[in-house]
């Protein structure tokens, strides 16, 4: 099988769309968990089949249940936009969540946004903290915006300028475009120095 599944993959790095269509199906039909992800991408995407974000969903949700992170966290974000599914903002924290604890950076980001802002789950600001902090010390731009918003707010943590700056400035650096827009407003506004 892994001589499969490295000719699946192989044909959709090179943008063998239909071939890699037809080699991920016979492996899906074979069960085996990472092509039902990968038929998902092929179905949202609309490479080497018609667009179909409901069975794009399908495909994502069957290798969610089989444990593939990346599409736990694709599941999750399908359920938050309603995408291909029907939105399940709860539905969707479960799987951030599942997608978190086996190492998804972007599902820490997503579900302490969700803690943060009490959608599908009780409105948390410790929480939030702890998740957004854990994405942005791993380098995640919108999770240390995200933190620094909490310092600057004293969500979730005791209220620190200088580490709310902090954050921003590292979010900035790495291209957010809301933290840089912020850092220069600051920066004109003699607020800080860069």
Same mark, same amino acid.
């Given at each position: 099988?892994?001589?499969?599944?490295?000719?699946?993959?192989?044909?959709?790095?090179?943008?063998?769309?239909?071939?890699?269509?037809?080699?991920?199906? $016979? @492996?899906?039909? #074979?069960?085996?968990?990472?092509?039902?992800?990968? @038929?998902?991408?092929?179905?949202? *995407?609309? /490479? +080497?089949?018609?667009?179909?974000?409901?069975?794009?969903?399908? %495909?994502? @949700?069957? $290798?969610?249940?089989?444990?593939?992170?990346?599409?736990?966290?694709?599941?999750?974000? !399908?359920?938050?936009?309603?995408?291909?599914?029907? #939105? %399940?903002?709860?539905? $969707?924290?479960?799987?951030?969540?599942?997608?978190?604890?086996? +190492? %998804?950076?972007? $599902? /820490?980001?997503?579900?302490?946004?969700? /803690?943060?802002?009490?959608?599908?789950?009780?409105?948390?600001?410790?929480?939030?903290?702890?998740?957004?902090?854990?994405?942005?010390?791993?380098?995640?731009?919108?999770?240390?915006?995200?933190?620094?918003?909490?310092?600057? !707010?004293?969500?979730?943590?005791?209220?620190?300028?200088? *580490?709310?700056?902090?954050?921003?400035?590292?979010?900035?650096? #790495? +291209?957010?475009?809301?933290?840089?827009?912020?850092?220069?407003? !600051?920066?004109?506004?003699?607020?800080?120095?860069?």
């Amino acid at each position: 099988m892994q001589k499969h599944i490295k000719e699946a993959y192989d044909a959709l790095l090179a943008k063998e769309y239909d071939e890699a269509f037809t080699l991920y199906t $016979a @492996l899906a039909e #074979q069960k085996e968990p990472t092509s039902f992800y990968y @038929l998902g991408f092929l179905y949202f *995407k609309g /490479f +080497g089949v018609e667009r179909d974000s409901k069975k794009a969903f399908e %495909n994502y @949700l069957e $290798a969610a249940t089989r444990e593939v992170p990346v599409a736990q966290f694709e599941t999750a974000l !399908m359920l938050e936009n309603g995408e291909g599914c029907e #939105q %399940n903002f709860s539905e $969707a924290a479960f799987w951030y969540e599942e997608a978190a604890k086996r +190492g %998804n950076i972007e $599902a /820490f980001n997503n579900l302490a946004a969700m /803690f943060k802002e009490g959608r599908g789950v009780e409105q948390d600001y410790k929480k939030a903290y702890i998740l957004f902090k854990k994405a942005a010390i791993a380098g995640n731009a919108s999770a240390q915006f995200n933190l620094g918003a909490l310092y600057d !707010m004293g969500l979730g943590c005791e209220e620190d300028k200088e *580490k709310a700056i902090e954050w921003c400035r590292k979010a900035s650096f #790495q +291209g957010h475009q809301k933290a840089k827009e912020i850092m220069m407003r !600051m920066q004109n506004d003699g607020q800080i120095v860069f």
